[in-house]
């Protein structure tokens, strides 16, 4: 369902898909299949929607098990909410995976467009078949759509969502894994950096985030700085060379 959340850089969650699969490093510690076993744990509401969606692995880490299911009672909780809010689509999930039908993916964009009071934010690892299906999707000025960013082997993403017709794009470079030198920020509206956090986060370091500010602060890009992360991430906080960085995009709000 559509719910607050903890998540900085927006103001709640609507996941009318829950289940994923691992497509790269960043996958690792996943904290959304963390979060779907303790949701099928719990045992009523939510726990049908993510049964089987996530299990363990050999090392005991969560892992999302490729199981998707469409979670047909969710798709029209915007239309209920009448206050504009900034809506994280799919943060359990990621609407263009390959399991997710056309069609499927088609009437989420229909709530979206319906549903001009609210932004949504929809963040994919797989913009090959966002940029494959844009023709087809509306592209109203309340969708954004962004890409994950760990490390430079993936600026391939960068390259594929420059082509998609939405007004924001944006790029979520978190968990944060190495530096991104000489970023494509053509076209791009908005980044967020972010370390990882959780059992077994893998550090970042400083300097990574130093030089993506300074990349965006050359190109005029809002930059928002999401936390450092690591096991404890309110202990070691969201400050960067001395402040909080909480740049948006000035448009869609």
Excluded at 12 to 22: D, L
Excluded at 46 to 62: E, I, L, V
Excluded at 128 to 157: F, I
Aim: charged share 25%.
């Amino acid at each position: 369902m559509a719910q607050g959340t903890s998540i900085e850089w927006t103001q709640a969650t609507w996941n009318p898909v829950a289940g994923c699969s691992p497509v790269s490093p960043g996958c690792l510690n996943c904290y959304a299949a963390r979060m779907a076993l303790r949701l099928e744990k719990m045992g009523r509401g939510t726990a049908t929607k993510y049964h089987g969606t996530a299990s363990r692995a050999r090392d005991g880490r969560p892992v999302f098990t490729g199981k998707i299911h469409l979670d047909e009672k969710s798709l029209d909780l915007p239309r209920t909410w009448r206050l504009g809010r900034v809506i994280f689509v799919n943060s359990m999930s990621d609407l263009f995976h390959e399991d997710v039908p056309e069609s499927y993916i088609k009437r989420v964009f229909q709530v979206m467009e319906e549903c001009p009071q609210h932004t949504f934010q929809v963040l994919t690892k797989r913009p090959e078949k966002a940029w494959l299906l844009s023709p087809k999707l509306a592209w109203p000025n309340n969708v954004w759509m962004g890409t994950s960013v760990e490390s430079s082997g993936y600026y391939d993403r960068i390259r594929v969502l420059q082509r998609i017709p939405a007004r924001v794009r944006f790029l979520s470079c978190e968990p944060l894994l190495g530096p991104l030198k000489r970023m494509p920020l053509k076209g791009i509206n908005w980044v967020i950096v972010g370390g990882e956090s959780g059992p077994g986060a893998r550090p970042m370091q400083g300097s990574w985030a130093l030089e993506i500010k300074q990349q965006c602060e050359a190109k005029e890009v809002p930059f928002f700085f999401k936390q450092w992360g690591g096991v404890q991430k309110k202990k070691a906080g969201r400050q960067l060379d001395g402040q909080t960085w909480d740049e948006m995009p000035a448009v869609g709000m």
